[in-house]
C-alpha cells in the first residue's frame, strides 16, 4: 500500500507542469512578441531574400511607432491552428495573422480596431467544372457527394460549424497541420473537389493558379483584426487600437493593402494562363540576357522580364503602330539617348531599357521609398515622367499622398479628363494606361518570383548611367 500511495504521489507531481512564467510587461520590457504563421498574407520572406507580408509590414511600422526603444520578436508557427493557442499559453503579446473576428473567439481573445475586410468564398476548379458539363454550386445543397475541406481552427471551420443544423445533409471535413494555401493547390490540382478561402487570397493564389474559381459567398463578410489575450496588458491594445485609427486617416494602411492585393485582379486567367505558357516556351530564351543586365544594374531580372513581357510579350521584333520596337519596346528617340544601334538586338534592348528604368527611378524624389519608387518609374516608362509630374500635382490637390503609388492610381486617369488635364502643366494624357502596366508588370513579377530562381550577381563597380551600350557590349 506504501509503495502504491509513493507510486500515485510520484505519477502526480510528474504530471503536473509549472505553468509558463507571464511575459514581461511590453511598456516596461521594451519587447514585444508577436506570433503569426507564414503566409502570402502574413509573414513570408520575398525574393529579396527579405521578409514581407502584410502583417509583417504592420508590426513593424507599429513597434516603430512605439520608440526607438522597442523592438519585435516574431513566433512564427507552422499553421494557424496553433496561433490562438500560442496566445492562451501566454508565449506571446498579441496574434497578427489575418484572423478574423468571430463570436467563438471573442470569448476567449479581445481585439483590435478591424484593418480589412474579408469574404468568405466556396473555391473550385473551372476546368474540372467544365470537363463534366457542371456549373459553379450556387448552394451549399448542390455539394452533396463531393469532398469540401478547410483547415482546422479557422473561420471557415467556425462558420461551417454553425451552418450544420441549416445543411443536415451537408457533409465537409477540417484537417488539422495544413494550410488553406495547400488546399487552394490541391483544388487547383483537382485531388479535392472545394474548399473555403477569403477572397483576397484566393484572388492571389488565381495569379499562380488561373484554373481556380472563387464562387459561392459563405456567410456575411468578415473583419479581420489582432487578437490579444483576454488578461493581456491594455496599454498594448490601447497603443494598437490608436495606430490603426491613424494609418486609416492618413493613407498608410491604404498603401499597404495595394501593395498586397491592389494588383492582384488585374489579369484575368487567360492573361495569366498564357503568361504561364511563354514562361516555358519564350522566356528561356532570354532569362541569360535579363540577368546580365541584373548584374549591371542592379535590377532583379524578374522585374525586367516581367516589363519585357507586358512592353513585347517577349516578341523581340514587335513593333507598334508609332514605331516602337523591340523586347523593350523603345522609343527611336530614347534608343538614340542611349546610343542603341539596333532595337530589335534583343540585347541591347534589355540592357537599354533597364538602363533607362534607372534614369526614371532616380528622377523620382528621394524621400519615396520602394516600392512606390520603382512602380512611379515604370509609369513614367509608360507615359512619360513629366504626365506623372502632373499626376503627383493633382494628388497633392486632392488631398492625396503625391509619394504614393496607391494614390496616383487614382489621379493618373484623371489625366484626360478635360478639367483637370487643362489645370496642369503637361495637359492631356492617356492616364489610364500606365496604370494597367504598372499593375500588370506587378503581377507577372509576383509569378516569376514564385516560379523563377532569384539570381545573385557580383555587381560591377561602375556606374551604368555613365556608359554607353557600346561599352556596355563591349564588356
Known amino acids: 500500500m506504501r509503495l502504491l500511495v509513493i507510486m500515485f504521489i510520484t505519477l502526480g507531481l510528474l504530471g503536473c507542469k509549472k505553468p509558463a512564467p507571464p511575459l514581461p510587461k511590453p511598456k516596461q520590457d521594451k519587447e514585444i512578441i508577436v506570433v503569426t504563421h507564414n503566409g502570402p498574407s502574413t509573414y513570408y520572406v520575398n525574393g529579396d531574400s527579405q521578409f514581407a507580408g502584410l502583417e509583417y509590414d504592420l508590426v513593424k511600422l507599429f513597434v516603430k511607432e512605439l520608440g526607438p526603444d522597442y523592438t519585435v520578436k516574431f513566433l512564427v508557427v507552422s499553421n494557424i491552428t496553433q496561433i490562438i493557442p ?6 506571446a503579446h498579441f496574434a497578427a495573422a489575418g484572423l478574423s473576428v468571430t463570436p467563438k473567439r471573442q470569448e476567449s481573445m479581445r ?76 483544388v487547383a490540382e483537382g485531388s479535392l473537389d472545394y474548399t473555403i478561402a477569403d477572397d483576397h487570397l484566393v484572388s492571389v493564389v488565381q495569379n499562380y493558379y488561373p484554373n481556380l474559381g472563387a464562387g459561392l459567398a459563405i456567410g456575411e463578410p468578415e473583419k479581420l483584426a489582432w487578437a490579444f489575450p483576454k488578461n493581456g496588458d491594455p496599454w498594448l491594445l490601447n497603443k494598437a487600437n490608436a495606430f490603426f485609427e491613424r494609418i486609416k486617416k492618413d493613407g498608410t494602411l491604404n498603401s499597404l493593402l495595394d501593395r498586397y492585393y491592389g494588383h492582384s485582379d488585374r489579369l484575368n486567367p487567360l492573361d495569366v494562363t498564357t503568361f504561364l505558357k511563354r514562361t516555358k516556351s519564350l522566356l528561356p530564351q532570354y532569362i541569360r540576357l535579363f540577368k546580365h543586365a541584373q548584374e549591371l544594374t542592379g535590377l532583379d531580372w524578374r522585374l525586367l522580364a ?54 526614371l527611378r532616380d528622377m523620382v524624389p528621394k524621400r519615396i521609398q520602394e516600392p512606390d519608387r520603382t512602380w512611379i518609374a515604370l509609369a513614367a516608362y509608360n507615359i512619360g515622367y513629366a504626365h506623372v509630374e502632373d499626376a503627383r500635382v493633382l494628388a497633392q490637390r486632392l488631398k492625396l499622398n503625391p509619394d504614393s503609388w496607391a494614390d496616383l492610381k487614382k489621379t493618373l486617369p484623371l489625366l484626360n479628363r478635360v478639367e483637370y488635364h487643362s489645370t496642369v502643366k503637361y495637359g492631356y494624357a492617356s492616364g489610364g494606361a500606365p496604370v494597367i502596366f504598372v499593375e500588370s508588370i506587378r503581377t507577372y513579377h509576383n509569378i516569376l518570383e514564385r516560379y523563377e530562381p532569384q539570381h545573385t550577381p557580383v555587381l560591377p563597380d561602375f556606374n551604368l548611367a555613365e556608359l554607353d551600350i557600346a561599352k556596355i557590349l563591349a564588356q
Open 111 to 186: 481585439f483590435s480596431v478591424p484593418y480589412q475586410t474579408v469574404q468568405e468564398r466556396l473555391v473550385y476548379n473551372k476546368e474540372i467544372m467544365e470537363r463534366n458539363n457542371e456549373h459553379a454550386p450556387k448552394s451549399l445543397k448542390e455539394l452533396s457527394g463531393k469532398t469540401l475541406i478547410v483547415p482546422e481552427g479557422t473561420s471557415y471551420a467556425e462558420r461551417l460549424s454553425s451552418l450544420g443544423s441549416e445543411y443536415p445533409q451537408f457533409y465537409w471535413q477540417k484537417l488539422p497541420n495544413i494550410s488553406s494555401d495547400e488546399l487552394l493547390e490541391q
Open 306 to 359: 516581367a516589363i519585357s513581357y507586358q512592353e513585347s510579350h517577349w516578341d523581340t521584333f514587335n513593333t507598334s503602330p508609332t514605331n516602337v520596337r523591340g523586347l523593350m519596346m523603345l522609343t527611336e528617340e530614347t534608343a538614340d539617348r542611349l546610343g542603341v544601334t539596333d532595337r530589335l538586338d534583343p540585347k541591347q534592348s534589355i540592357i537599354a531599357g533597364a538602363r533607362y528604368i534607372l534614369t
Open 86 to 91: 500560442n496566445l492562451e499559453k501566454g508565449k
